[in-house]
């Protein structure tokens, strides 16, 4: 409801919250509830790095504190992953790469993109669970090679990586549940998360970024300083 209210706001029109409310209910609209996250976990747990956020998920800026993590899909062709990079700031999605095959080629291409948008990230803090990609080498390699601290959530609490959880279940309630068999080929579906992607950081307002998309948020941090 408060989304519904601050988007008619922000479209000039000064509609009671209440008043939302109230229509809302009578025309049986209400937000859908949000599942399980699909936990990816498998493997030995390292101590690779620590836990340099600990669920402080508030950052100073932008390109101060980024999060990653993989959630599954499930279609009848099969089973597709999905690995984005989150800024803690903007809640904008950085970068992001889906395959059918979860493994570190898919991890690689997510960092190389993230890098080459957003070259000077030196002192960035980067946050992940203990799932076995970013236990490796390579990817230790990468972030330090760009001066990026690496992050990892202990052991079996999804809770220290809760902002990467929250980013799945809000996209697959609002493109995903329900809408399966629409998704018939992988082309199909990856075509569908790159346009709900630009929607999300271009178009959907969230309390966090003050009612704002994330990347007019970025824009407006960006010439306040």
């Not at 209400?30 to 620590?50: E, L, W």
């Not at 068999?181 to 346009?195: G, H």
Request: glycine share 8%; charged share 25%; aromatic share 12%.
């Amino acid at each position: 409801m408060r989304r519904v209210w601050a988007e008619l706001r922000n479209r000039g029109l000064p509609v009671n919250r209440k008043r939302v409310q109230r229509l809302m209910r009578l025309l049986g609209l209400q937000g859908r509830r949000i599942k399980r996250k699909y936990h990816s976990y498998m493997g030995t747990v390292g101590k690779v790095a620590g836990d340099l956020i600990g669920r402080d998920f508030a950052a100073s800026g932008p390109d101060r504190k980024w999060a990653t993590d993989v959630s599954e899909f499930a279609m009848a062709w099969g089973k597709c992953y999905l690995s984005p990079i989150k800024d803690m700031f903007t809640n904008e999605i950085i970068a992001w790469d889906l395959s059918v095959n979860p493994n570190f080629e898919q991890t690689r291409r997510m960092l190389e993109e993230a890098f080459r948008k957003h070259p000077g990230v030196k002192g960035l803090v980067f946050h992940s669970d203990q799932g076995w990609q970013y236990q490796m080498r390579q990817y230790g390699r990468m972030l330090s090679d760009h001066g990026v601290s690496q992050s990892m959530s202990r052991k079996g609490n999804c809770l220290d990586n809760s902002i990467m959880e929250a980013f799945f279940a809000t996209m697959k309630v609002e493109m995903f549940y329900g809408h399966e068999p629409d998704f018939k080929t992988f082309e199909q579906f990856r075509e569908a998360v790159a346009e709900y992607i630009r929607w999300y950081n271009s178009g959907r307002i969230q309390s966090k970024t003050k009612w704002m998309p994330p990347l007019r948020f970025r824009e407006a941090s960006i010439c306040a300083v």
